[in-house]
């Protein structure tokens, strides 16, 4: 009977991390219909592209190498994980039978299909940043690279139980390992390709350029927060008894809520600065109560989750703000939604885990901007001197889409 | 060994509801898409941002104090709750092993998220009725009273147990408690707002406004039919033992066969009556059939609930063309779909449920009818003398959407 | 304390299956997405209540007769299945609780619901196909006939327990059962209606006729590949113990590396074919991938699924083009996609199940082409000579959605 509850409960929880993975796979498509709702309609086509297959190389090169950086059974040391390749068999019966707390109590392949959503995820934030003016297949050559090594090691410094992990640094799903992660990435991208043609003009002028599709963008937004249940909830890691049952359920509402209230305050900010309520911060004010509260969905109490997601959604919006203003162009706010409400996220912990301290959060942030932002800039420049990252002037004009992939999104409708 | 059990069947019953209350977020996007492909591209966007602070706006407020008022702790009487905020603690473990009829076998945190949605729903519907000519804010600040109270204190008559539910008014999942009630905010809010600008000619001409995106609208209509598993299927509140884990694939069943037998039969009817297959008729259908279900999906054999189905997709038809008839304009069709489908729904009752009676269903629907309707009209008049309701002609003219939101949703496309 | 533990374990079972049901229920809207993106805006419509209807007819004619024939209680003999209606009752506790290999250990719904959403999907492999020349009510007819028998026969071959299953033939989720039998229809189908006008010039000039809106196609990719995770998860049939959780993950796992090596290895291909990086081919390498992998998706280690999701990924960017070549129309790549890959995959089964045998595979996958292809040609035929399958020349060039649905998918655009 002993084992047969095992392995009931091994079955639970499996089923829990696997419905969990699904729906943060399902964030891949969200990513996706935000980025072409939010580009034009000439470079819609090579974002849907890149989106599509940044989701296949990212969960191909976590396969083949990342996952084993990033969770190495034998690491060098807190920094340096180690290097092995594909997966090794999944857990016996006799291992769950044995019971105690060493014993697996989920399919490590459930595992491995969860984290590999995740390295995909990082990976979306950089394609919406550099939208509209990076070559596409440099921009898979990155992704590979980002989702096999770099990524990994700096998942294995907190999440492999690395030196960051260590030091205490509190990072419950990744409002820094995976949100900031991929944001300073995403920065790294931006400095190296540009803004796009006409986006600044002289004398500080900033022109707008409005996506092409804001109903798809929508979308994208509702399939993101859906999914986020899985990528916050599945991150509890265990849902088989009450306690954690509980928590998982808590994490749930933390989630929601801290999404709602980052939406409503950001639609309000936007209202009363612009004096229109902008659909698209509206939709990055969620994102960013979403960011916000991944780093601790667990311990706030449900008002607690709703100020940080509140501020997440304020933040949110001075941050595409300002960054217009440094002259840093991010077509979907995603730096925003992803960097700065995730280091607004990071310190939020403090409020509610007690194991949290500043240093440590500090440390850990200012060591994944470090490691990302540095590592994306050595690996952009050797592929900008070597594939070239941005197409030429002309084909910007034409448009990403005949020139990457031959197509339109639209072909049929006249464009102004 | 007990323990065990009883902390593993916690456990699946706890993450059961939390994959139906992702089922019935995920509505919300469904209600986004079906709305924002039905209206005219120049209102596009401010459904879209309706519809997107809609849920949050719910969420928060049912959080603060909906949830409370719709299941009291304490409540007053069967008609009036009582009035708390914010949520408790979760049921502890002893509470949970102490056993018997009385114990907690899933997490309130989990009840909380997944009645939320629910309130989510019900307003969702009111944006649907009065699209295209009613403004942002005044929308939401009607969100807020009907999440909060207006629905609350009406879900506390039925299933906070309140008299509706002492009288044995039967209404499994929401036909009327949800549905019904959603449509009796939005009739009243479209007597108030009034016909959009053009829809009714001179001499009783009705002017057809057709929907700007319908693979959007088509998909918002797969959306919540996805999303109805988790509606009614969630609604058993328990899966965890042979006759529970039977019954919500009886639910499963039902709500699929009524859903598709709606859609066959208004395409039928749709095409005997226009002589074309009305691709708006077919999706009304298939939620009509859903709506119909609602009420009683786990009573009836898979062939009557073919049969209430179908039924529900005839009647969505005529109505729609009665609705029209009679000046009252509901540009999705929600009034229909929600209202009239869903009393046909509570009435269906009783071919199945024995403990249904006639004036029971009749009391309830009449009584909810005349709650939401009456306070959505006060409440809605205090708007209407205070923040005003409808845009000036000249605005409507130009459109909702660069009016409140400075933007437009498909801004590259001509259009004729 | 046995009683309590064969009823949780015939919940979570339950559950499982209805939570894969929900999944394939979901690539009904993909197959939807992908085809209303890839078809020409003047057919949209159509195209949209196509799929939407055929989803309701299949569900409603597997409930009615469809789901006996394919699983029979008293079969005449391994070829003829039998007839009988609706449902019978599900399991009692009795049968539960009385353990052992014969004692049912999940819900005879959920089973149900799980198969009427394959049937379903069998059928929108050929809506795809036929596209924008199929007038919608002979579809629809095709589709009851499909639904209702010819599909399920074929499926009790395997499936149910009949001849094919007895000798010996593999196919694990259907690479064949489901997609190459869906093909062979689509095949039959798009011989009996021709081509679409203007497609092939003269002197073998093959014009391309682009689809009107790639976004949407895309999210039609993303939506069937989440779906997948339940068609192939799901088909394990049970997770409730240590082996069963470990299967279901590892096909996940695999599942998901072979739909990513896939579009890989189509992009790579169409880069190097066409200069060009093909997003339509990105999107079917991706769910050729998929369609490689169903045959066998546990027994291969990851690093062979990927094998054969990217062999996949390679055969259908050339079969699109033989396709082509040889004047067969499939203007979403359906017969490809799911035809050609479907029979790699069943091949591909030999390398890793040792149960399989080269001939089983061949006498199967022959076997069920014959009587897809050759029933769906009698059908088809019998329809035409009374209903007529293709619209007039006018009524094609004007397109179906006027002249079926009298509507437009996009009314507010211009077109070029």
Not at 196 to 222: D, S
Request: glycine share 10%; with cysteine; charged share 10%.
């Amino acid at each position: 009977m002993e084992g047969n509850y095992l392995q009931l409960s091994y079955a639970l929880d499996t089923f829990y991390f696997l419905m969990s993975a699904v729906l943060v796979m399902w964030m891949a498509a969200g990513f996706a219909m935000l980025e072409a709702g939010l580009v034009r309609s000439k470079n819609t086509v090579e974002i849907l592209t890149k989106n599509a297959l940044l989701y296949s190389v990212a969960c191909t090169a976590f396969l083949i190498v990342g996952y084993n950086v990033m969770y190495p059974g034998d690491p060098i040391n807190g920094f340096i994980p180690n290097l092995s390749f594909l997966l090794g068999a999944d857990n016996t019966v006799e291992a769950v039978l044995a019971g105690g707390d060493d014993a697996p109590y989920y399919s490590g392949m459930s595992d491995f299909i969860f984290q590999a959503v995740f390295a995909a995820a990082t990976m979306s934030i950089v394609s919406g940043a550099i939208a509209e003016r990076m070559k596409l297949w440099p921009f898979l050559v990155f992704a590979v690279v980002m989702t096999a090594f770099i990524y990994p090691v700096e998942g294995y410094w907190k999440w492999g139980g690395g030196w960051l992990d260590q030091l205490g640094f509190q990072d419950f799903a990744g409002s820094v390992v995976v949100h900031m992660a991929g944001a300073s990435a995403a920065l790294a991208a931006v400095i190296m390709v540009g803004a796009r043609k006409g986006k600044y003009g002289p004398n500080g002028k900033i022109n707008p350029i409005p996506g092409a599709n804001l109903p798809m963008a929508t979308l994208g937004m509702f399939i993101l927060w859906m999914g986020w249940f899985g990528f916050n909830g599945g991150s509890e890691l265990m849902v088989s008894n009450v306690d954690e049952a509980n928590a998982v359920a808590a994490i749930f509402v933390n989630t929601n809520a801290a999404a709602a209230a980052g939406m409503i305050s950001a639609a309000l900010l936007s209202k009363f600065m612009f004096g229109k309520t902008d659909l698209t911060m509206v939709l990055n004010g969620a994102l960013a109560g979403l960011v916000s509260i991944t780093a601790e969905p667990l311990a706030p109490t449900p008002g607690l989750a709703m100020i940080i997601g509140a501020v997440g959604g304020l933040i949110v919006v001075l941050s595409v703000v300002l960054m217009d203003k440094m002259k840093l162009d991010d077509p979907v706010g995603a730096i925003s939604v992803h960097g700065t409400a995730g280091i607004w996220g990071i310190f939020a912990v403090l409020f509610s885990n007690s194991d949290a301290t500043f240093m440590g959060q500090l440390i850990g942030t200012v060591a994944t901007f470090a490691w990302m932002f540095i590592m994306s800039i050595i690996v952009l420049f050797i592929i900008k001197k070597t594939m070239g990252l941005r197409p030429t002037e002309e084909e910007e004009m034409e448009g990403m889409d005949i020139q990457e992939c031959g197509m339109e999104a639209y072909p049929e409708f006249d464009q102004k």
